[in-house]
């Protein structure tokens, strides 16, 4: 489970540690009595509360009317039994932190029906259990309402889950069970599928969560109909590791508060907008989607490609947008509000987020774990726990972002080669910028002196370029001696970030097409050096450096190319790195310049026309030469033949 999974769901338990004040009401009937304890089938007897049958399916095991106080063990622990059996019309209650409500441990063909579990640690818990039934329980103010580990071909159906610490259902390494009709409320999370397959969810209502109503991570084979998710702030989340995980089989009879569940799988080229009913939308290996001017709870790309977020407010969910292996995509003039977290990228790349704006989201604006080469441009972080964060995350780019009344503003955990340029980061509670376990990351705002030579340095290792020693060294003293007077990048969205310019030089993007030409224009007072980072898709192959449309000469070295002033002409210098190819342009004397990065000069095409006349030509003076030599072979024959005669 990725970090903001695990911190959400304990920040959202440990608001929920309450005190126990429900006590149920408790029949008249029923007798008080100490915890039971079955290990196996010989020991249903009435000594430990068994009442009648049995121990066969059409007579089972009769266990009821008990209430049973389970402060000093699992109220019925039942092991390693497979006759059948019936636990019906108990109360079992004041486990704490400590004991179960109801255990039952390597048993087969149980049934518990129209039990109350209260203030348990887990209400009712299967491990390593199959083919049993529960049904018609109410399970309440416990840590985890009903947990099944480890067990398979189980039924849970019309059971009351309510005001648990942790979730209300928890299915963990279960296979081929079902969930059916249960009511889920008030719980963190109100039904949490861990690592299962074949579990049909169905009629299920999960309301008031806290953190989720629905939670699946690694399920196989799924399948969901007809559940209602009804919280604020919560809904349902689908998370895992590969493809198979997301491929679930989720129709629109599901809702959330803001409507119908959309989940669509291996679709391409869909426009997605306010003429479709969406509340939650899911994309699952898609490619070349745009979602747009839509009103809802969250949207969910998962292994999906090429496609665009644009103007949709994304609002009162666990997550608003979230991308997981999902690369190339765009998310551009949202707004996402009231969520646990707003946007959040996991193990995605090559994104853009430009534009959006992020407030009033519990745990995290902006957080991005195990994704790298996004870019952060223009958007605005307010009012949450963390407002961008990196987390094993590398070459980044943020820029132009406004980050403030966070909790923290842009903090890097074990992340390095990321970018920060021209951010507004103020009013956060603890810290503006930090890092930590990060290395080779850029600052170079209001920064001078040994400290610009060492980000400069910083910078172009951030794109993947290890320098020798003795170059890094020319380069650090070339800041120094303000002959580097700009560190540019151009990535995959066609913008110009400036991670440091120098108050004199002026520098635009004047037009880009992707594999065919990239062109700035720079205006100065003095000979410089241009470092310039232009992601590798957008150049063509073999390409060209160009000056005022004169190419550039190739410098013979690192250190040739940072001295403008030995040579009388422009030059260039290319390192290669890691989707980044850094183009460093030498210009001796400075006024306005355009560079250019183009393909390869076309050689010169064949004069076909000229050819053809040429051909003609020559054709025709053939002709005429063999029809005068055959008229002269004739005239000969004739003078020959009239001598004869």
């Known amino acids: 489970m990725d970090r903001w999974h695990i911190v959400a769901t304990l920040a959202v338990f440990s608001i929920a540690l309450v005190v126990f004040t429900f006590s149920p009401k408790v029949s008249a009937d029923l007798q008080g009595r100490g915890p039971i304890l079955i290990i196996g089938d010989d020991n249903f007897t009435p000594a ?66 129209n039990v109350i579990c209260n203030k348990n640690r887990f ?50 390494s279960s296979s081929h069970n079902t969930l059916s009709g249960n009511t889920a409320r008030n719980n963190p999370v109100g039904i949490s599928l861990f690592d299962s397959d074949n579990v049909f969810i169905e009629n299920n209502l999960v309301e008031n969560s806290f953190y989720c109503d629905i939670h699946i991570w690694g399920l196989t084979n799924a399948t969901l109909r007809r559940n209602r998710m009804f919280s604020n702030r919560a809904g349902l989340d689908i998370s895992g590791d590969s493809l198979e995980h997301f491929m679930l089989d989720i129709d629109n009879s599901n809702l959330v508060e803001a409507g119908p569940v959309l989940y669509l799988k291996g679709e391409n080229n869909l426009v ?67 969520c646990l977290t707003g946007i959040f990228l996991y193990s995605s790349s090559h994104n853009i987020l430009s534009g959006n704006t992020v407030e009033n989201n519990g745990l995290a604006g902006i957080p991005l774990s195990s994704s790298s080469h996004n870019t952060l441009s223009g958007n605005i972080v307010k009012n949450s726990w963390d407002g961008i964060s990196l987390y094993s995350s590398s070459y980044n780019i943020l820029s132009g972002n406004t980050v403030e009344n966070n909790g923290w503003g842009i903090s890097f955990y074990s992340s390095s080669y990321n970018i920060l340029s021209g951010n507004t980061v103020e009013n956060n509670r603890w810290y503006g910028i930090s890092l930590h376990s990060s290395s080779y990351n850029t600052l170079l705002d209001k920064v001078t002196g040994p400290e610009l030579a060492e980000r400069v340095g910083e910078f172009v290792e951030g794109a993947g370029i290890q320098l020798a020693p003795e170059e890094l060294s020319a380069l650090e003293n070339s800041v120094l001696e303000n002959v580097v007077r700009a560190c540019l990048s151009i990535p995959e969205n066609e913008s110009l970030v400036k ?84 183009v460093m342009v030498s210009i001796p004397g400075f006024s ?34 063999v029809s005068r030599r055959k008229r002269r072979r004739a005239l000969l024959f004739g003078e020959e033949k009239r001598r004869r005669i």
């Open 592 to 625: 306005v310049h355009t560079i250019t990065f183009a393909a390869p000069a076309k050689a010169p095409g064949i004069p076909w026309a000229m050819v053809l006349a040429l051909i003609v030509i020559v054709v025709v003076a053939v002709a005429l030469l």
């Open 272 to 338: 997605i907008d306010q003429d479709n009913a969406v509340g939650w939308l899911g994309l699952v290996n898609c490619d070349n989607i745009l979602v747009r001017n839509l009103r809802l709870e969250t949207v969910m790309f998962a292994f999906s490609t090429n496609s665009r977020v644009e103007n949709i407010t994304a609002e009162n969910s666990t997550f608003g947008v979230v991308l997981m292996y999902s690369d190339n995509n765009t998310l551009s003039g949202n707004i996402v509000n009231n």
């Open 123 to 172: 209400g009712i818990h299967l491990h390593d259990s199959d083919n049993n039934v529960l049904t018609n329980n109410t399970v309440e103010n416990n840590w985890i309402g009903i947990y099944l580990s480890y067990s398979d071909n189980n039924t849970l159906e019309s059971n009351i889950v309510e005001n648990n610490k942790g979730p209300g259902i928890s299915l963990h």
């Open 48 to 113: 430990n509360g068994v009442v009648g049958g049995s121990g066969t399916e059409d007579d089972p095991y009769i266990i009821e009317n008990w209430v049973i106080d389970a402060s000093k063990n699992h109220g019925i622990h039942i092991q390693n039994t497979t006759r059948y059996f019936v636990i019906r019309n108990v109360v079992v209650e004041n486990g704490g932190s400590s004991y179960d409500g109801i255990y039952l441990e390597n048993v087969r063909n149980g049934r518990v029906a």
């Open 499 to 582: 991670a440091f310019t120098r108050e004199d030089l002026t520098v635009s993007l004047s037009r880009v097409k992707p594999g065919e030409i990239v062109e700035l224009s720079v205006e100065g007072e003095k000979a410089c050096v241009l470092i310039i980072n232009l992601a590798s898709g957008l150049l063509p192959e073999n390409f060209r450096v160009l000056v005022d449309s004169k190419p550039a000469h190739r410098a013979n070295s690192y250190a040739d190319v940072l001295n403008p002033a030995d040579e009388q002409t422009p030059e260039h210098y290319v390192l290669r790195g890691t989707g980044w190819v850094q």
